[in-house]
C-alpha cells in the first residue's frame, strides 16, 4: 500500500536577550543550579511579571523575515499545567493572539524550492529542568532557564519526507542566527524542535493521527526520528492497528521513539488571559524601525550576488549559508578582490582547512585582510593559483606577510615571454610522442603537455600564457 506523510514542526528558538521575558534575572548558561533564578523565577507570592521588550522586538524581526504579519495588538495567556519544574503551575505563553501571523520560508528540495508555511511564532517563557542522580534516590530543580525568553516557530503540515524536515529546519536555523535573534546552539537546547509526524493512505485528504517527537536538538536526530516513526506508524497500520495521538521521545542510542504520554489538546491547558500583563500593543512605526535597521536577508543577498556578480546559484548559497560567511566575504570584498575569485577561495581551501581544524569562520585564524593580500597578488598574476595554494599554507596561522612568503619560496610568476617560450620549446622536444598524439586527435594531450611546461617551470609559468602559446606552437 502507498503511504503519504505529514510532518509539521514547533521550534522553540531561546531569544539572544541578556535577561528573562518577565525579569531582570540573567540567561547566562553553565551557571550553578538556580543562580540565575530571582523571585519571579521561583514564582514567589506577589511578585507581578514585567514583559522585555527587547525579546517583542526579536519577534517582530523574525515575522518581518519571514513576511509575516506583525499582529499590532496581542495577549499573554497562561498555559495552566502541572509539573515539577513550573512553580507557578501555569506558563506564559500566547495562544488566539500571537506577535507574528501567517508567513513562509522557502527551503530547497533537491534542484527544487518549496514553500512552507508558517502558522504563527508566539513568544513564551521556558521552565526549568529536572535534575536527577546529583543526589542518590533524589531529583531536584534547576529554575536557571525558567522564564527564558522563548519564540515558538509553528509549521502547517507542509512536509512530506524526513530530509524535507531538516532541509526546514537547517534553513530556519540558518535564519534565526542571521537576523541575529537567536545564537542556535542546539548543544544548549537553545534551539529544538518538536516534529509532529503522521502518515495517510496515498490520496486521502483526511489526514492521519500525529505523533509528536518531542525536543530534537540535532538535525541528524531529526532524520532519524522521522525515519524510524514513518516506519512505525505504517507497519502499526497495515498490522490492522490504530495510531494514538500521544507525545513521544526520541532515544538516540537505540535510534527508536518511545511514548512519554498521550497527548494534550489545547482546552487540556486552560488557557485564559493572564491578568498580569497588559495587552501587548505594537505600533507600525516600532516595526518600521526595527526593519530599517535589519540585515540583508539572505534570499535577498543570494539574488543580488548571482545577479550583481555572476556568481552560480551554489556559490551563492555557501555565501549565504552563514550570518558569519556572509560579512567574511562582504569584508573580502571591501578590499576590491574579484567577487567570483573570493568565493571560490572561502568555499573551497578556507572551507576545507576549517573543516580539518574543526572551526567555524569566526575563529579562522587567517582573517580577511591576508587573505585579500593573497586573491590580490593572483589578480595581478604575481603567483599563480597552485602558487597561491603554497602561500595559503604558509599564512595559514602565522603571521606572515604574503610578498615575504612568495619572495622566501621563490613563487613569482614568469611574466617574460621569451623566457616561458624558451621552456615550452624544450618540453615540445623532450615529449613528441605527446605531440604526435595531440596531433592525431588527442585532446588529452594538450593538457599533458601543460603539465610537463609547469612542472620545468617549477609551478612559476602562467597558465594561461603558457596555454596560448602552446595552442601557436602546435598549429606550426
Known amino acids: 500500500m502507498d503511504w503519504e506523510i ?26 550553578e543550579p538556580n543562580a540565575n533564578a530571582c523571585l519571579v523565577s521561583l514564582a514567589y507570592p506577589g511578585v507581578l511579571p514585567v514583559l522585555n521588550e527587547e525579546a517583542v522586538n526579536c519577534a517582530i524581526k523574525f515575522g518581518l523575515a519571514v513576511d509575516a504579519k506583525i499582529t499590532e495588538h496581542s495577549i499573554f495567556a497562561r498555559k495552566n499545567y502541572f509539573y515539577p519544574d513550573l512553580p507557578k503551575g501555569y506558563q506564559i505563553s500566547q495562544l488566539d493572539l ?66 524535507e524536515a531538516v532541509a526546514y529546519a537547517k534553513k530556519l536555523h540558518e535564519l534565526v542566527q542571521w537576523i541575529g535573534i537567536c545564537d542556535g546552539n542546539m548543544q544548549e537546547g537553545n534551539f529544538r524542535c518538536d516534529v509532529n509526524v503522521s502518515v495517510k493512505k496515498k490520496g486521502d485528504k483526511e489526514l492521519g493521527t500525529r505523533r509528536e517527537i518531542k525536543n530534537l536538538n540535532s538535525f541528524k536526530f531529526i532524520k532519524q526520528a522521522v525515519d524510524y ?39 487540556d491547558y486552560r488557557y485564559f488571559p493572564d491578568p498580569d500583563l497588559l495587552p501587548l500593543v505594537i505600533s507600525q512605526e516600532k516595526i518600521n524601525n526595527i526593519k530599517s535597521k535589519m540585515y540583508e536577508l539572505p534570499n535577498e543577498m543570494k539574488s543580488r550576488l548571482v545577479k550583481e556578480f555572476d556568481l552560480t546559484n551554489y556559490d551563492a548559497d555557501g555565501i549565504t549559508s552563514n550570518i558569519d560567511v556572509a560579512n567574511y566575504f562582504k569584508e573580502l570584498l571591501s578590499f576590491k578582490v574579484n567577487a567570483k575569485l573570493a568565493s571560490n577561495w572561502i568555499l573551497t581551501n578556507l572551507f576545507s582547512r576549517l573543516n580539518e581544524s574543526d572551526i567555524d569562520i569566526k575563529s579562522s585564524p587567517l582573517k580577511a585582510n591576508k587573505l585579500a593580500e593573497l586573491i590580490l597578488r593572483i589578480e595581478d598574476k ?19 606577510r604574503v610578498d615575504e612568503v612568495i619572495d622566501q619560496l621563490g613563487l613569482k610568476q614568469i611574466s617574460n615571454e ?23 586527435g588527442k585532446d588529452k594531450a594538450f593538457n599533458a603537455l601543460i603539465g610537463q611546461v609547469m612542472k620545468a617551470s617549477k609551478g612559476k609559468a602562467n597558465p594561461g600564457q603558457v596555454s596560448q602559446l602552446l595552442k601557436e606552437k602546435l598549429k606550426n
Open 229 to 267: 516513526e514513518v516506519n512505525w506508524q505504517i507497519e502499526k497500520l497495515e498490522d490492522g492497528g490504530k495510531i494514538k495521538q500521544a507525545t513521544i521521545l526520541f532515544d538516540p542510542d537505540s535510534g527508536e521513539t518511545r511514548e512519554m504520554r498521550s497527548k494534550e489538546e489545547a482546552n
Open 6 to 31: 505529514v510532518i509539521g514542526i514547533e521550534t522553540h528558538a531561546q531569544l539572544k536577550t541578556n535577561s528573562k521575558i518577565f525579569s531582570g534575572a540573567s540567561t547566562s548558561f553553565g551557571k
Open 382 to 400: 604575481t603567483i599563480s593559483n597552485n602558487a597561491a595554494k603554497k602561500v595559503f599554507d604558509e599564512i595559514w596561522d602565522q603571521d606572515k
Open 418 to 440: 621569451n623566457e616561458v617560450i624558451d621552456i615550452l620549446n624544450q618540453v615540445l622536444q623532450d615529449n613528441e610522442a605527446m605531440v604526435e598524439e595531440y596531433k592525431s
Open 98 to 163: 500571537p506577535v507574528v501571523g501567517e508567513g513562509n520560508l522557502i527551503i530547497p528540495v533537491g534542484d527544487e524550492n518549496k514553500s512552507i508555511r508558517i502558522l504563527r511564532a508566539h513568544l513564551e517563557e521556558d521552565a526549568g529542568k529536572s535534575v536527577h542522580g546529583i543526589n542518590e534516590g533524589k531529583s531536584g530543580i534547576d529554575l536557571n532557564r525558567a522564564g527564558t525568553p522563548l519564540l515558538e516557530i509553528v509549521t502547517e503540515p507542509d512536509m512530506s519526507s524526513a530530509e
